[in-house]
């Protein structure tokens, strides 16, 4: 029965990076460079953002090497407009796609107990103490995570 | 063992929801008036949607009468600024501490089988068809919807 529970906490990620796929899908390179308040990040960055984020759990979940590496120090390292963008916004795009697919690939096939094992940022010893600090709960975190940026990039939608 | 991953789903609705009491604590009446971004929602709006909202789980989730039905009219049912505000300030953050108190307490009372029936916006029959339709679901997507907002709130901070 636990399967049950996952796959509903897999569904509600699959939910929300569904919306933003949607969301960006909908938006050329011109329209990514509005800002979700005046002075804020532009939606451009905050694809960037979510791409970086989700690329690093793919090595944080022991799913492989992560695809897109080179977007750390413009979207995570950074604030926006402090580099300029490493990929075209139709590049960005593709990346996303690709970090989401390979993560949904690998976390659909894990079992109950790799869903309870440790993440890769957990030393062994560090797990020992805190048995939270599993997968599941990163990817709750996550999904909270991607939430919180959708309710930001929203906003730049005409009322 | 699905008690672990109930757990874990618990400590995340917890941990969106005691971010966000952080934040609203730390507004006082003025500051609440601030917007998003501009002509959009206040904090104050927020802070009365997530209110209604949290409020109308207590009966999709069979843990009783609703605490502040007369949220939904300013909150739900209409956009922002086109109704007074029904509460102050200090009682609305009253009503919002209330409402999670409530539904915290009756969550985790919550037996494995209880959290994948239905809520009671799903018929029996809907939910025969759809099993996927009940309360565990539902805490995720409330979670997801509350962690939206937050990302929202949070422009209203200084950089």
């Given amino acids: 029965m636990e399967q049950t529970f996952i796959d509903l906490a897999v569904t509600s990620w699959s939910g929300v990076t569904g919306r933003l796929d949607k969301f960006f899908a909908g938006h050329d390179e011109e329209q990514l460079l509005k800002q979700v308040a005046p002075g804020r990040n532009r939606l451009f960055y905050l694809l ?14 022991f ?3 992560r695809l897109h590496p080179e977007l750390d120090e413009c979207y995570i390292a950074n604030p926006d407009r402090t580099l300029p963008d490493p990929l075209t916004a139709a590049e960005l795009k593709q990346a ?5 697919a390979a993560l949904l690939a690998g976390i659909t096939k894990f079992s109950t107990q790799d869903w309870l094992a440790r993440h890769s940022a957990v030393s062994e010893e560090d797990f020992a103490a805190d048995p939270t600090r599993n997968r599941f709960t990163l990817l709750l975190n996550r999904t909270n995570h991607a939430s919180f940026h959708l309710g930001q990039a929203i906003l730049t939608r005409a009322k």
Wanted: no cysteine; charged share 20%.
């Fill in 96 to 100: 996303w796609t690709d970090v989401n």
């Fill in 48 to 61: 960037g953002h979510l791409t970086a984020i989700h690329d690093r759990m793919l090595p944080l979940l």
């Fill in 63 to 65: 799913l492989g090497e």
